[in-house]
């Protein structure tokens, strides 16, 4: 837990650092190059239990990051929070873990947050990896939609001592339609499970406002950036677009990668085949490869081959749950795509 003061006010944030043979690391190893992952709306950096327990990407080190209200982080969320105040909130994070430039993983909102990032510091992002990107502008449809998931969670909370479990669930449901199109496998189950404590608490009814500045204000009070500000970004893009993701067709990535592409920037596009908006999860072994491979092709000096086993700062949580090892599944090529 780090405490800190950024540009909108006092937060207590939690945060998970991994090394290649350490987990829950007090500090990195600055021999290896660090990978800082940027989670969505919802839910907290749990979501990464699928990166965190690949060998692979293990053989860098890994950084979690608990947005305000989200997790275990605290602090509160003023009116006017967007990602340009995300993203000062992630660089002092990084700061305050005096974390050195940083390989940045961003999912969905955390995506927006990141190329935020890399506009405001440009010398703290050796890359960027961005899995489901926000498009330029919310659409219409997916604004009512995330406007609807709000209402249903502030209608399950006007009871302070007894939740409205039918508007909980619609809730939930919503948001699992969004970010996993209605699946529900044991580990997205697990994940609800391990979400909803702290959401209970974060998204009380005193703090609905803060709640929907987040999940509804964030994506639609947004504009694109300009190219003038997109060329201050001095690192590779890769952005991930999620073959089944039913909130934003690909052609919303592709209009995003021509923008960057026209600022001068060094950008591609991939695309994994039958992933949900949240892929990361679902169609992992895909992904970390993609991750894994940008940050190789970023790193000037070998970095030592993967362990054969390493065990997630989360395992523990989700084996509690009943939840088991994250099952191993082809990351043949096959399944992802340049655009």
């Given at each position: 837990?780090?405490?800190?003061?950024?540009?909108?006010?006092?937060?207590?944030t939690?945060?998970?650092?991994?090394t290649?043979?350490?987990?829950?690391?007090?500090?990195?190893?600055?021999?290896?190059?660090?990978?800082?992952?940027?989670?969505?709306?919802?839910?907290s950096q749990?979501?990464?239990?699928?990166q965190?327990?690949?060998?692979?990407?293990?053989?860098?080190?890994?950084?979690?990051?608990?947005?305000?209200?989200?997790?275990k982080?605290?602090?509160?969320?003023p009116?006017?929070f967007?990602?340009?105040?995300?993203?000062?909130?992630?660089?002092?994070?990084?700061?305050?873990?005096s974390?050195p430039?940083?390989?940045?993983?961003?999912?969905s909102?955390?995506?927006?947050?990141?190329?935020?990032?890399?506009?405001?510091?440009?010398d703290e992002?050796?890359s960027l990896?961005?899995?489901?990107?926000?498009?330029?502008?919310?659409?219409?449809?997916?604004?009512?939609?995330?406007?609807?998931?709000?209402?249903?969670?502030?209608?399950?909370?006007?009871?302070?001592?007894?939740?409205?479990e039918d508007?909980?669930?619609?809730?939930?449901?919503g948001?699992?339609?969004l970010?996993?199109?209605?699946?529900?496998?044991?580990?997205?189950?697990?994940?609800?499970?391990?979400?909803?404590?702290?959401?209970?608490?974060?998204?009380?009814?005193?703090?609905?406002?803060?709640?929907?500045?987040?999940?509804?204000?964030?994506f639609?009070?947004?504009?694109?950036?300009?190219?003038?500000?997109l060329?201050?970004?001095k690192?590779?893009l890769?952005?991930?677009?999620?073959g089944?993701?039913?909130?934003?067709?690909?052609?919303?990535?592709?209009?995003?990668?021509?923008?960057?592409?026209?600022?001068?920037?060094?950008?591609?596009?991939?695309?994994?085949?039958?992933?949900?908006?949240?892929?990361?999860?679902?169609?992992?072994?895909?992904?970390?490869?993609?991750?894994?491979?940008s940050v190789?092709?970023g790193?000037?000096?070998?970095?030592?081959?993967?362990l054969?086993?390493?065990?997630?700062?989360?395992?523990?949580?989700?084996?509690a749950?009943?939840?088991?090892?994250?099952?191993?599944?082809?990351?043949?090529?096959?399944d992802?795509?340049?655009?």
């Amino acid at each position: 837990m780090e405490n800190g003061h950024t540009c909108v006010g006092e937060i207590s944030t939690q945060g998970w650092s991994d090394t290649r043979r350490h987990t829950s690391a007090s500090r990195i190893d600055p021999s290896l190059p660090t990978i800082l992952f940027l989670h969505p709306v919802y839910v907290s950096q749990h979501i990464f239990h699928p990166q965190f327990c690949d060998p692979k990407l293990r053989r860098f080190n890994l950084v979690g990051y608990d947005a305000r209200i989200h997790g275990k982080t605290k602090g509160d969320v003023p009116p006017g929070f967007r990602r340009a105040e995300a993203a000062e909130d992630v660089y002092h994070f990084m700061k305050a873990l005096s974390l050195p430039p940083c390989h940045v993983v961003g999912l969905s909102m955390g995506a927006c947050v990141s190329l935020q990032l890399a506009v405001a510091h440009p010398d703290e992002v050796l890359s960027l990896s961005m899995v489901s990107p926000l498009p330029l502008e919310e659409p219409a449809d997916v604004a009512e939609g995330r406007t609807e998931i709000y209402e249903c969670w502030a209608e399950s909370q006007q009871d302070a001592d007894s939740p409205d479990e039918d508007a909980l669930l619609d809730a939930v449901c919503g948001a699992l339609q969004l970010g996993f199109n209605g699946q529900q496998t044991k580990l997205i189950q697990t994940m609800i499970q391990l979400t909803l404590p702290d959401a209970l608490r974060n998204w009380s009814r005193d703090r609905l406002e803060m709640f929907h500045t987040v999940s509804v204000k964030f994506f639609c009070d947004r504009q694109p950036h300009p190219p003038a500000l997109l060329q201050r970004i001095k690192c590779p893009l890769t952005l991930i677009h999620c073959g089944a993701d039913i909130a934003y067709p690909i052609e919303y990535a592709q209009e995003l990668h021509d923008r960057i592409q026209g600022a001068g920037l060094d950008v591609r596009l991939l695309a994994v085949k039958d992933a949900p908006h949240f892929g990361s999860v679902t169609h992992s072994a895909e992904i970390n490869k993609i991750i894994h491979d940008s940050v190789i092709e970023g790193t000037k000096y070998p970095v030592p081959p993967a362990l054969a086993e390493v065990v997630s700062p989360f395992e523990e949580d989700f084996a509690a749950m009943g939840c088991p090892a994250v099952a191993d599944s082809d990351d043949s090529d096959d399944d992802i795509f340049a655009i």
